[in-house]
Structures are given as C-alpha cells and as structure tokens.
C-alpha cells in the first residue's frame, strides 16, 4: 500500500464524519496519567531494543513496509537515540513475548487487566471501533447479530476491544461464532466470501475498506463503547519502572510537540487524526 | 380417588425427578460440550501458533543469511554453504529444505557472470531458462549440497511468476515475502508435497533503504529458503494427532483443491466430526487456512461422559425416588392390610389350636407364675368334676390330692424348652376323691425368659394305677397264699421238730419229778428241759417270722443269716435220704433284701428240688458266693440245685407261670415259682434256669451286690436285772391259766403285788372296785369275751393313765399301731420270763400310776 493521503469519496464522508464526532466525543472521557514529573530519566540505550509491529492496516503494511507504527517506532529511536530492532509478528505472539519479556515494545495496543499484568502503556492515539458487515446479513445494530444465530465474526486473535465489543466477542466465541484470524487481510476474504458475515474495525483498516467493492458490499455499525486510548506496549519483565517512566516521557514529548499528530495527518485526514491524537490519556 | 392418589404422587414425583436429571442431564452436555470446545479451541490455537513459530524461525534463519550478504563483504560459496549449515543444524529448522542465494543481474552484467561460473568449474553453466529478460536473478548459492541442486543451480526464479511475485514484494517492502505454494526446482515429479520458498532482499551495503523507490535502487539481489509443508508439519506433530486431524490449505479457501497437508484421512464411513474450525495464519501478505477435526478418538481421548452417568443414575435414583414415594405413601395402607391379613392369620390359628386342646384326648392346664390355674381344657375340667371357668384362677393346690403338693414341688425344673418326665400325681376331684394322672410339664417364659407359668399335659392313669394296685395286692395275696402252702408243706416237719422237743421236756420233767422226789439234784433236768422250751419257742419265732403277712421291707443285709434259717427249718422237713449240701460264702453277702421274701424264694426252691427227687432221694445243694456280671458289677449269687428227674424245655419254658404244675392234683398250688419270679424281680435279681431230664436242675439267682453297712452301734450290755418292785399292784389277765400263774409267780418273785384273773370281764370288775388299788395291768392280748386291747381301753376309763403291758404269741403290725395309738406296751409272750419284771418296772416309772398307793392293797409279793 503507498503512502498517499486518504482521498474519501462521497459516500464515505458520513462516515469520516461519524468517526471523526465518535472519537471528539470521547476525547476527553479517557482517563489518562498525570504529567511527567520535572527531571524524568533518559531512555537507556545501553542495548538494543526490541520492538514488534503487527501488520494493520495503515498501523503497517509487510508489503509497503510502511505505516504509523513505524512512523511512531523511528521516532522513538529518534529521540531516544536508542537502537530499535523491528520485527513483525502477529499480534498474539507480541503480546506473548512481551509478557515474557522476549520483547520490549510494541505499538498502538489497548489495555485490559490481564495485559496490565505484565505490560505498561502509553497512551498517544484514542479511536472506536466499528462492525463491518455484509449488507446482505441485513443488519442495522450491533445487538441485532447477537440475536442471528447464522451469523459470525471474524476477530483477529488476542485482539480486544472496547467494552460492548468484547462482551459481543465473548459471548459469540461462547457459541462458536467466532472465527479467528492471525491479521486481517485472511479476514477480509473470508467476509468477502460470507463465510463470515463480519468483523471488527477500527479507523486504522478503513484504507481497505473504502473500495467500491467493499462499499457496495458492507456496512458499517458503531459500537456504544466510548474511544478506546491505544499507545506503546512496554514489557514490565524486561524494562524497569524507571525506563517506562522514560519512555512515558518519550511519547508525551511526541505527543506534546504535535509529532503524533503529525504522524497521523500522513494517514487521516487533520481533522481525524487530531481527533484521534488529542485526547487526555 | 384415594387409591389412584398415591400412585399420582409417585409418579410426579418421579417425573420431578426425572426432569431434574434432565436439567442436569443437559447442564452436564452442554458443560462437557462447552469443555471439549475449549480444549479444541486450545488445540486449534495451539497448533497455529506453532505454525507460525516455525515459519517465524524460518524468517529469522533467512534473516540470518540475509545479514551474511547484507555486511557488504563478498560472500563465498563455501561460506554461505558453511553459514547455511551452522544455521540448520538446530530443531528449528526442522522442514526446511535449504537456503539459497540469487544476485540481481542486469542484462549487461550477464554474460560476465556466466562466464565466472564456467571459470569457477562449472563448464556447462547456464541460466534458465534462456531468454532476453528486463532482469535476472539466477540460483548462485545452493545449501546444503545435495545431489539434486544441480537442477536449481542457475534456475531464474524471475522467470516463473509466482515466485517473481514474491521477491518483488520482498524488494519493495524490504520484508519477508513467500510464494504461493509451488513446486521446488529440487523436487522430482515424485515429490507431492506442497513447497514454498520465502524471499528477503538483499541490498547495497549501507543504511537501510528507507522508501520503496529507493529499495529498488539499491536492491542487489535476493536470499531464499525452501520449506516443504509435509515436512514442517510433521516435524510439529509426528505423522498424526491424536483424536484430531489437521488439514492446511492454502489461502482462504478450505476446498479440496487447496490442501497442502492432511494429517490424516478422515474415516469415510464415520459420523461427521463433532467439532470442526478454521483459523487463518497470515504472514508475508500470505494466508493459510488451519482446519481442525475432531474425531470420536478425542471425545473419548478428553471427554468425561459425566453426563452419561448423570443421566443414568439420576434416572435409576428418579425412579427409586418414584418408588419410596409410593412406597411412604402406601405404607401405611399396605401396613393396616398387613396388620388385618396377620390379625387374621392368627386368629384362625388361635382358632385352630384352641379346637386341638379343647377336643384334646389329653388333659391341658397351664399354671401361672403364682401357681393359679390360667386355662384348663375341658377334659382336665371334666376329670375334676369342675367348670373350666371355676377352675380358672384357682390356686393348684386345690385340685392336687394328699400330699402331691410337696411332690408336685420337687418335680424337677426341665430344661428350656423340653418336656418334664412324667410325674404320676393324685388329683381331688370336686367330690373328694382322687385320680391319677401323668403330668408332663413345660415351662413357659416371658419375652424376658422369666418363668412365667408352666403348660402341663395330663393322660389319666387312674385305671391302670388301680390295675397295678389291684396286681400288687393279688401278688402280695399269691405269696402269702404260696407261702401258707409253703408251710403247709413243711408242717409235717415242723410237727415232728415240736414232738421231739415236748418229747424232750416231758421225759426232763418226769426225771426231774424223781430226782426231787429222791432228793436229787433236779438242775440238769431243768437245764434240759430250758434248752427244749428255748428250741421250741425258736422253731416258733421262724415260722411265725415265715408266715408274718407285713409289707415289703427292703434293707441291705446279709443273706446268710436268713438263708440258714430257713435251711433250719427245712432241714427239720426233709426226709433222711435227702442230702442237704449247703456252702455258703464266709464272709457275710450284702444285698438289699426283705428277709421274709428271701425266705419264701430259698423255701420254695429247696421244697421244688425236694419234691423233684424221685422216691424222695437224692441231694440238694444250696450255696452262696458273689460273681460278677458281663459287665464286671459285683452280684450276689444264690443257687439252689437238684439232682432229681429234671425237666425238659416245654416245662422248662413254663416254669414260672402262675398255677403251672407237673404234681398232681392236691399236691400244689403252681404258685410257687411265680412267686419266686416276683420276688426276685421286685429285688432287682435276676433268675436263671438249667434243667435237663434224668439229669436235675438248677436255679441261679444273682441281686445285685450292697456294700457293707455301717457297723451297727455294739449291742448294750445285758441289762442288769430288774429292779425289785415296791409291792405295786399288778393286775394280771390270761386266759391260759399256766400263763397267769406263772406271771404271779415272776412278779411276785420280782417284788409286786399280783391279783390273777382268767377272765378279762372279771378283771375289769375288780379294776372298777372302789380302792382297787391297781397300779399297772398285764394282760394277754387273745381272750374271749375281750381281747387284752379291749380290756385295757375300758380299764382306762376306770382308771385313766393306768400303765397296760400286752403280752402275745404273735404281736401283727395292727396290734402295734393299736397300742401306740392307746399308749399300752407290748411283749413278747415268748420273752415273758425274761423281760416281764423289767417292763412292768419301766412302765410304772414312766407314767404317773393311777391308784400307786405306798401301802400294797394287792396280795403282799412273795418274801
């Protein structure tokens, strides 16, 4: 995939628009950390780090190479003047290795109390997600594929989500309605194909999905959950508290002097991406 | 509705029970489902990671090789041939084929590097295929060496579209690509197994490109490596999964047209996998499909079937349920049937058992623990001559006759539950008699064992103790009848012994007469003719003992003493030509015996052994000893034996049959030897018989044998003579006028006063004189007109307490219950001279005489 601005068309400005009010909206429910206290060590660079990017969308692409993880990832060696070795690997196995601490970081994850265990984040981007489904399943609510035994989902494995999403994953994991994926494009086809009927996205996967192809056949349904904040994934195991806390420095640098949000114009539109990059973490 | 209502009840509440099984038939199922899911999920999940962990080690291997050519250094073959195996040697490069190394060429740079090769020893070298291309990248570096990488050695992956695809996307993203599946250039046509090849970019030393553009700019060529996936999975797994079968297809599609491994074939004819899912692998832009079966081997592998034994047993316990339900409420319907069904058992049994004992041919009481009637059957009733009712609560007593009561009360406690020996008791009617009966008793105890009363069984015997009453007086009259014969026998005998005696005192008082006349001494007449009297009154004494008709009584003694009395006796009986041999055993033989009867069986078989003598001759043995029995008891034997005519075995056989004689009409009876059969039966003797004609016979008798009895106390010393009398009165009264002067002369000689009288009216005359004085009377007991017990009752009304002495030839047991009853002494006649004085004294002294005066009215005693 290039690196060209999203050019939405006509029909997709609602849905810019719907993103764009979801994410404003929540912007300011996120409950984020205080500031950095005043004289917060430096990154320690004494070795190489480790970090995995996931392929996502316009998070990054194996076949561009390119995306906003990577964007995100340079500039953390940038400003930290530390190596980061980037490896990708499907998220489930990040999230492995980092509990381990095989791995240091990882980019634009969410929280939940079990990653919260071995993981620290920091937050610098904050959006919703989204069902995309078939047209054809007939569906105008979210609760209404509950309710369709039929239907099923497509989830990328070890992926959650925001609050209402994970319940709906669970509860259709609970009756088999759910089929797994290690990335997304295996997703795309299997939906293109209706051997599921949908699948959970988020602002980062729209590039894919804005095809007249993929308009003509599928919608897209809002989930009730608030933005959900996405930020670095720091490994407890193998980094101490005090290189979190620098590393927390090293994003709310980005974030404060406007880096991140610049990262994210690359890909979204600027009313979008500052949507999706200020917020109170 | 009340008969239908317990079975309602049961029935739900089985079906209650029932549903809840269900419920958690159900709950179980979907538990065990949801649990299986899990564990195939797991199982899925699992198997995707490894997948990918694979192809990840994979990538870090090429990334490996990548840097090798990455360092800007020139790689040599051997190096990269040396680095590829240091790479391959671990576990994680298990499926991997090999790694290889393809330079970007240009065109121009072509025919340079073609001609190096052929210099580098390859002569033939040649890339492929032939053609003008924008681009070449042919195979430079295989590794590992194998035979067959001759066939990649300058193949142009370019050239082929699918794996051009692939490094191009490698070049531009800088990233591991990977081809679809294809076929290796190593790979035979034998070879099926789905192959990938994975690409990353090499490119001019230097920093990292950082665009696609200038990726391609800098891109100078490609490191790949080979994996087949039949190889890479069973390296995973082995050949199979357990209870699971894994199919990998390539790309989204699960079709059969896509499949790339199958771990094993699904059973053709099997049920249709009870769990079955999809998870999608991607990597390098590349999708796999993972499809997981599961095959009954893992329900069975991983499952519990608790839900099986729930339901099971949750039908087994709805159905128990069901039952004791029905059951509790039934209960106590089916219990009141029972009770009535029982109650009516035993009614009927009651009825039964009472119809026994109330038409019972036996008597039946049963006595309570206080020794009161608590039943009686009519036919005790009837015996008794009272109502059952009447009889009911009375105590036994009332219906035992004399005396049973203390026997009644030693009858023996039997043993629980067992029958008494019978016990023959005499019972009082209503009317006052008496009934015999035999008692069988058995005690009954309470649930505690208590005695609480005893059940008695009552046969009447009433006729049969009166038969054998009837029996034993006839017995006894037979022996006295056979024993009068007896003595009928021997009066001949017994004539001639008296004639010899009187003969012999008459001729000592003639010669007496003529010596006191010539003033000779008479002494040795007198002697003589003492001798005779005291022969004659002991003849007398023995046949009186002989014929003494008195009740049997059975004392151990010895035999001997009796037997040679009675052989005195016979003696006297048995003509001269008789011999009689008598050997009797020194030492005394102790049998318990009644001397009279011993008397009458050793008489009866001496008189038969004499009688059997033809022309009264011959010898007859008496003898005594002790022999033991078969068993080794000592017994007494007593044998009487003849040598006379004998008798042959139909006599013999008959012998002891009462009134059975061979003698003739008028000379005997046929009692004899039954009474000797009877005798020594009653003794506990047995008889024994051997007879032959011509030869004689014997009788043997064997008693059992008594140990000696105690010593009896040593006989007093005679007593000293009588004291003399202080002239007491004496009224003397025999109708023997010899007797009665000789009484006044022994007691006036002893110092009494004596009035003689003949007759017993007279002497109640002079009793009844005003002052008569009479101190003590001395009658004789046989008189006319009053015997002596007659006179002495009347006496007494004259003269209350008068002391009486009663003298007689024969005292009877009548006579001595007279006098004890009347107080009176008596004697002997016999022993007159002897014992007169002495009994007169001690019987003054005994008693207060009435009319004992200091002054003697009688005739004053002789001086």
Known sequence: ?281 | MKRVLPHLFALLVGALALALTLVLWTHERRSEQARLRAIFDFNLRQAATRIEQRVANFEQMLRGVQGLFGAGAPVSGDAFARYVESVMSGPDAAGLQGFCYAPLLTPAELPAYVAAQRAAGHPGYAVRPPGEREAYAPLTYLAPARPDNANGFGFDPLSDPVRRAAMLQARDSGNLAITRRLRLTIDTPVQTQAAFLMFLPVYASGPAPDSTQERRERARGWVAGSFRIGDLMSTLYGEESPGLVLQLHDGVDAGPATVMYRSAPLPPDGPPPRFEAQEYIAFAGHAWTLQMSALPEFERRHGQDAASVILVAGGGLSLMLALLAFQLLTGRARATAQAQAMTRELRDSEERYRRIVVTAGEGIWVIDAAGRIAFANPRVARWLGWSEAEMLGRPLADFLGEGQLERYRALPGPAPDAESAPLELRLRRRDGSETWVALSQRPIVDDLGHPAGALGMLTDIDARRHAEERRSALEAQLRDAQKMEAIGTLAGGIAHDFNNILAAILGNVAVARHDAASGLATDASLAQIERSAVRARALVQQILTFSRMQAQELRTQALQPMIEETLAMLRAALPAQVELAVALAAEPVWVRADATQMQQVVMNLCTNAWHALPAARGRIDVGLDTAPDPQGAPQARLWVADDGSGMDDATLARIFEPFFTTKQVGHGTGLGLAVVHGIVSVHGGTIRVESAPGVGTRFELRFPLQPAPPAEPAQPAPAAPAPRGAGQCVLCVDDDPAMVLMMQALLQRSGYAVRPFEHPLAALAAANEPGAGVDVVVSDYNMPEMNGMELAEAVRRVLPGVPVVITSGFISDEMRQQAQALGVALLQKEYTLERLPGLVHAVLGAGEGAGLRPVPVCDPPAP
């Not at chain 1, 990017?53 to 190479?65: A, D, F, K, P, V």
């Not at chain 1, 609510?141 to 669970?170: E, H, M, Q, T, W």
């Open chain 1, 1 to 281: 995939m290039s690196r060209r601005p999203l050019l939405p068309s006509s029909a997709r400005r609602g849905l810019l628009r719907c993103l764009l009010a979801g994410v404003v909206a929540s912007a300011a429910a996120v409950p984020g950390r205080a500031a950095p206290a005043a004289g917060a060590a430096a990154p320690d660079c004494g070795r190489p780090l480790t970090l995995g990017l996931h392929e996502h969308g316009l998070l990054y692409s194996s076949q561009t190479g390119e995306g906003i993880d990577k964007d995100i990832a340079e500039e953390m060696a940038r400003r930290s003047g530390c190596k980061l070795t980037l490896t990708v690997m499907p998220r489930a196995r990040i999230w492995q290795l980092v509990e381990t601490g095989a791995l240091d970081f990882s980019l634009s994850a969410i929280a939940d109390p079990q990653r919260e265990r071995f993981a620290e984040f920091a937050w610098y981007v904050s959006n919703k997600y989204y069902m995309l489904v078939r047209k054809d399943a007939d569906l105008h609510a979210v609760a209404d594929f509950r309710r369709r035994d039929g239907l099923k989902l497509g989830v990328i494995r070890s992926f959650r989500y925001g609050r209402s999403a994970n319940a709906l994953v669970d509860a259709l994991d609970a009756d088999q309605r759910v089929t797994y994926a290690t990335a997304l494009e295996p997703l795309y086809e299997i939906l293109r194909d209706n051997r599921i009927q949908a699948m959970i996205v988020e602002p980062f996967d729209y590039p894919a999905i804005h095809t007249a192809q993929w308009q003509a056949l599928t919608t897209i349904l809002e989930f009730d959950d608030p933005a959900v904040p996405h930020g670095l994934v720091m490994s407890r195991r193998s980094l101490s508290p005090a290189q979190r806390e620098a590393w927390q420095g090293v994003i709310r640098s980005m974030r404060a002097d406007g880096t991140v949000r610049r990262i994210f114009e690359k890909y979204f539109p600027p009313e979008l991406a500052r949507g999706m990059t200020q917020f109170q973490p």
